[in-house]
């Protein structure tokens, strides 16, 4: 286990509600990317956070956002959903300006919009 | 959004033979990682590569970092059952945020 745990574990939603997702990363890293993961795709970034700041965002609107604590968990928020964003939200969490700097993934959460 | 290009998408295979895949890209990657997801959970790390050329293995698998940076493969030699599942390969780009970029990956199907 890489001691990246998410919650929940599987959600189900309707069109034009919000989600909160959550992340609480691995035991000394201070770094939490989030991935979207399509069926049958690899993961695709979303954004990263760095010391409670987005530190790089990936293609996606402004409808996903985020949070970063101070005791490095963090939250990934989603509003007005639509159907497309069914999907594995990842979160990874890394140790930045550790060197070699490897991503560690939780278990995911499977978000589900109907 | 971008994905590295990796082959092949799928494998069915005997148990006891050995397995490659690869991973290309028209980009420049500073390093390489293999990750391999089960059913229903996250990716788990299994090699990570940091410098060009470098060659690395874990056990059974070995994973080598291209000397153009735009490539790697990952080997894995005498299969059991249990190497069944998705198998993704991920670049990180020199410089700007840690994110990285992941083949679409390759499904393992070992046959006792």
């Known amino acids: 286990e890489t001691g990246v745990t998410q919650s929940p574990t599987h959600l189900i939603k309707t069109r034009g509600q919000q989600v909160t997702l959550r992340c609480s990363s691995q035991?000394?890293?201070?770094?939490v990317s989030w991935y979207q993961q399509a069926l049958g795709q690899g993961p695709q970034f979303i954004f990263q956070?760095?010391?409670?700041?987005?530190?790089g965002r990936g293609n996606f609107p402004p409808r996903f956002s985020g949070l970063q604590f101070p005791n490095y968990s963090s939250e990934l928020n989603v509003n007005a959903l639509e159907l497309d964003d069914s999907a594995l939200y990842l979160c990874?969490?890394?140790?930045f300006g550790g060197g070699e700097e490897t991503q560690y993934f939780g278990p995911g959460t499977r978000l589900l919009v109907l | 959004g971008q994905q590295l290009n990796q082959s092949p998408q799928s494998m069915f295979i005997q148990e006891g033979e050995d397995v490659s895949m690869n991973c290309t890209s028209s980009?420049?990657?500073?390093?390489w990682l293999w990750y391999k997801q089960d059913p229903g959970e996250g990716p788990v790390l299994l090699i990570a590569?940091?410098?060009?050329?470098e060659l690395t293995s874990n056990g059974r698998l070995t994973a080598q970092f291209g000397i153009t940076r735009k490539d790697s493969f990952l080997n894995i030699s005498a299969s059991i059952p249990s190497d069944v599942g998705i198998y993704f390969c991920?670049?990180?780009?020199?410089?700007?945020?840690?994110?990285?970029?992941f083949g679409k990956g390759t499904k393992l199907t070992v046959n006792p």
């Open positions: 990874a969490s890394s140790l």
């Open positions: 035991s000394g890293h201070n770094t």
């Open positions: 956070y760095y010391r409670e700041e987005e530190n």
């Open positions: 980009s420049i990657f500073n390093t």
């Open positions: 590569l940091y410098k060009a050329g």
């Open positions: 991920a670049g990180r780009r020199q410089g700007g945020s840690e994110k990285l970029v």
